[in-house]
């Protein structure tokens, strides 16, 4: 027994549980049934219900409606346990299963068990990714996704990156470095000692670039607005144009955008091309691959994103085609100077001390704009390891041939016609009403045409049989833009979606 010292409490007495601490046994059973209960209702609600195609992809209301059901007031004391469990229920009922194999809205879709288990450990463990102090973990785990992803670009000697919150943040990550590679000074010194600089970028281009050039400082007047083909693709020689435009206003071009796989059409600008010109200008190369990144797991498809490898740095979401769960976003960089630290670096004492025992260049905190990070690279390393490479590479050429599949479906059926022929997994179509089958294609039909796809989009989601996204695009009439990812949908699926669309707008 350890004695006592100068009224002290001994060293088994410190040990022994508190019980005014909410540590102990008794007072940790109450969370530890809620816990329990809550994930019971999450596995029943969200993910069976939330996965069955018997069961709605939405149970629509509108907003003053929905309100008043969730009773979103908060007040001065809490609920009872069973109050705030149906609360969960509420939640999940009335929110939008994008889980469900008939939701085809978004660039993400579909369940990921492994990756759902990997969300659930990080919010239980409820670290931050600053240092490896308090990450050690997840620290080595995103260092080796990061270094893994690099190969698939084919940087053979490496380069450096983080994860982020979303593929917008990771385009003014490139936009920021890219300012600070040719402007160091403008760290310190800001707008005010920099030339006018500007970015060009295409104009099937992601919004978030010209979110970045507001954001930073530079200003949405200097982006230049790269013309693309009728695929949606940059044309080379329009960019060239545009940087001889800059160049005689007295601008410094610095910064060239490419996307691999755009929002709307999938569409691959010519990577290659743009990287011989960004080489013969000295203009930073960033590839906003967001979407179409998931192709280089695919040997079958990796060809379309041909000259990434060139790119001084690019952006891939891995909660889109290769499913992890949100948010997990990539930003890497060619460069392996440290050019990602010293740009964004601060050296906050309280935790990025020099002087630490173990090796500090794993404390990556600093080379990131946030303080706190969520360890978001376990979300797709875990599924990776449970996977394999094989798999991830045969769900991306899945959801190529389904999108293939279904592209062809729509030229069989009547009433139906493809926008454009499809390069990725994005399909764009019209439904035509049997009233307007018979108009010739001029102003008349088209002005007709661009209300159908927004009712159509009504009545679906009041019926919450499954939900389509539509859009305009030029002096195109509304038409729908399908996205297949999940490896959950079926050829009836899509058969499903076509009688669908069909049976609520045959009428209009």
């Known amino acids: 027994m350890t004695r006592q010292m100068n009224g002290h409490s001994t060293l088994e007495e410190l040990m022994k549980p508190d019980k005014c601490s909410p540590d102990t046994a008794e007072d940790m059973e109450p969370a530890e049934s809620f816990i329990q209960q809550a994930m019971e209702i999450i596995i029943q609600e969200a993910v069976k219900k939330g996965t069955n195609v018997k069961e709605k992809v939405c149970e629509w209301r509108p907003p003053e409606q929905l309100k008043e059901l969730l009773d979103l007031e908060l007040k001065d004391t809490g609920e009872p346990e069973s109050k705030i469990l149906q609360r969960c229920r509420d939640a999940i009922r009335y929110s939008v299963k994008t889980s469900h194999p ?60 983080l994860f982020n919150p979303g593929g917008s943040m990771s385009n003014m990550y490139a936009v920021n470095l890219a300012r600070y590679y040719y402007c160091p000074d403008f760290k310190e010194t800001g707008i005010y000692g920099s030339p006018r600089l500007v970015m060009l970028t295409s104009q099937e281009s992601h919004y978030s670039i010209a979110k970045a050039a507001a954001l930073l400082g530079l200003g949405t007047k200097n982006v230049y607005v790269v013309p693309s083909d009728s695929r949606g693709k940059m044309i080379p020689s329009a960019l060239e144009e545009k940087i001889h435009l800059a160049k005689s206003e007295g601008a ?29 200008h000295n203009l930073w190369l960033h590839v906003d691959a967001c979407w179409g990144g998931g192709a280089l797991m695919s040997k079958k498809h990796k060809h ?27 930003f890497l960089v060619r460069d392996k100077s440290c050019l990602l630290q010293r740009c ?81 997994a994005n399909v764009c ?28 989009k009504e009545r679906m989601m009041k019926s919450g049989t499954m939900m389509i996204g539509y859009q305009k695009h030029g002096d195109k009439p509304n038409f729908f833009r399908m996205v297949v990812i999940s490896p959950q949908v079926k050829r009836q699926d899509l058969d499903f979606v076509l009688e669908e669309i069909h049976r609520l707008g045959k009428d209009l």
Not at 120 to 139: C, D, G
Not at 256 to 280: R, S, Y
């Open 429 to 456: 179509f019209w439904y035509i009403p049997p009233s307007l089958r018979n108009l010739p294609d001029g102003p008349e039909l088209r002005k007709k045409l661009h209300a159908v796809a927004p009712v159509v």
């Open 304 to 330: 379309l994103l041909k000259g990434i490898h060139r790119a001084n740095s690019v952006a891939w979401n891995l909660h889109k085609m290769l499913m992890a769960t949100l948010q997990c976003s990539a």
């Open 252 to 280: 410094v071009p610095f910064i060239v955008n490419a996307t691999a796989g755009t929002t709307v059409f999938g569409a691959f600008d010519p990577i290659d091309e743009i990287a011989d010109i960004c080489q013969k």
């Open 102 to 161: 008939r939701f085809f809205n978004q660039l993400f879709a579909g369940m990921e068990p492994h990756s759902m288990v990997a969300s659930f450990i990080t919010e239980a463990i409820k670290t931050s990714l600053y240092t490896y102090e308090v990450a050690p973990v997840f620290t080595l785990m995103e260092d080796a996704v990061l270094k893994t992803m690099m190969e698939l670009i084919g940087w053979k000697d490496g380069g450096d990156g």
């Open 344 to 424: 964004h670096c601060a050296g906050a004492s309280y935790l990025f001390q020099q002087d630490k025992f173990y090796d500090v260049s794993y404390d990556t905190g600093d080379k990131s704009v946030q303080c706190s990070r969520k360890p978001d690279a376990f979300k797709f390393w875990l599924m990776w390891k449970a996977v394999g490479t094989r798999e991830l590479e045969n769900r991306v050429d899945r959801a190529l041939e389904m999108a293939r599949y279904l592209a062809q479906e729509i030229k069989k059926r009547e009433g139906f016609r493809l926008v454009i022929e499809p390069e990725f």
